[in-house]
Nanobody
Framework: VQLQASGGGLVQAGGSLRLSCAAS????????MGWFRQAPGKEREFVAA????????YYTDSVKGRFTISGDNAKNTVYLQMNNLKSEDTAVYSC??????????????????WGQGTQVTVSS
């Protein structure tokens, strides 16, 4: 599967962005789909994921209630709706696909496929 992320940009604190991860080659429903982010000088961190079995969503604590991950079968695309953005959300966001067990869904090393990153900058 090939992944292409888009939708990043510059937004003021409190604003919203929607990131898209378009899949091609295979349907994204065959995979656990994750969003990760990496800020300058920091390690890549888990943001959200949606499971291939049942579509259950997982979030890191810092984005719960603000971010929503979803998928559109017709467009073969996974979205990350980000509301009430904060300066600490500034990072390069990347989407990934994997077939790992759900307990490993938080670990970037368990994903086999990655899209390019998209920059999200939140100004305070």
């Amino acid at each position: 599967v090939q992944l292409q992320a888009s939708g990043g940009g510059l937004v003021q604190a409190g604003g919203s962005l929607r990131l898209s991860c378009a899949a091609s080659g295979r349907t994204f429903r065959n995979y656990n789909m994750g969003w990760f982010r990496q800020a300058p000088g920091k390690e890549r961190e888990f943001v959200a994921a949606i499971a291939r079995s049942g579509g259950y969503a997982y979030y890191t604590d810092s984005v719960k209630g603000r971010f929503t991950i979803s998928g559109d079968n017709a467009k073969n695309t996974v979205y990350l709706q980000m509301n009430n953005l904060k300066s600490e959300d500034t990072a390069v966001y990347s989407c990934a696909a994997g077939i790992q067990v759900l307990s490993a869904i938080y670990s970037p090393g368990t994903y086999a496929y990655w899209g390019q990153g998209t920059q999200v900058t939140v100004s305070s």
